[in-house]
């Protein structure tokens, strides 16, 4: 089954202690990507990725490590998570032109 | 900039009533658009999308959208909405390296 798949869907931390959300795709796709949502605002995008080690930052960038050195693998690092990090974070794939697909969504609150 | 609006923060109908939820954007060349719902709780499914070719794009569970070029609208629409489509709607512009820009969403009530 084609899908994109988070880790860990709920997570709960305290300010300053680094973690990493977990994306990975099944599909073969080239391109990548972080988005945020936070009520009223939508989804932004944070980063994103067009190939292996081919990286961009999106619109909110700040705060935020990414890495693609696998083509089915974007984890989303963030160093030293701060409570205006807390949001639900989706990861999506495609192919070049083509229909997104996302991922489950990751729910974060820090402390 | 690319950008997307969508004017209506929350929308109530009546089951069985019809349904349109307005998007607008602003974006300079050819337009991919796209329609997302999320119910409560839930991921992103996509409704419709529009690449080229015929304006009226039919889409799952019932729902349609037109592209206006020169309004620079992508219009969803649903002739009778049911109680099971209550979520919030997205409306999104593709842009350079596959990006989605998103609007900040509509909120449906259906009311009974």
């Known amino acids: 089954e084609a899908q994109v798949t988070q880790n860990p869907r709920y997570l709960i931390t305290v300010t300053g202690k680094k973690l990493t959300v977990t994306c990975s795709q099944n599909m073969n796709h080239e391109y990548m990507s972080w988005y945020r949502q936070d009520p009223g605002l939508g989804l932004r995008q944070i980063y994103y990725s067009m190939n292996v080690e081919v990286t961009d930052k999106g619109d909110v960038p700040e705060g935020y490590k990414v890495s693609r050195k696998e083509k089915r693998n974007f984890p989303l690092i963030l160093e030293s998570p701060s409570p205006n990090q807390t949001s639900l974070y989706f990861c999506?794939?495609?192919?070049?032109?083509?229909?997104?697909?996302f991922g489950p969504g990751t729910r974060l609150l820090v402390l | 900039a690319q950008s997307v609006t969508q004017p209506d923060i929350h929308i109530t109908v009546s089951e069985g009533a019809s349904l349109e939820l307005r998007c607008n954007y602003s974006y300079g060349a050819t337009p991919y658009l796209f329609w997302y719902v999320q119910s409560p709780g839930q991921g992103l499914q996509l409704l419709l999308k529009?690449?080229?070719?015929?304006?009226l794009v039919q889409g799952i569970k019932g729902f349609e959208a037109e592209f206006k070029r020169s309004q620079s609208s992508f219009n969803l629409r649903k002739p009778s909405v049911h109680w099971s489509d209550a979520a919030e709607y997205f409306c999104a512009v593709g842009a350079y390296g596959n990006k989605l820009v998103f609007g900040a969403g509509t909120i449906l009530r259906v009311k009974s």
């Open positions: 999506a794939s495609s192919g070049r032109g083509e229909t997104q697909y």
């Open positions: 529009y690449f080229s070719g015929d304006t």
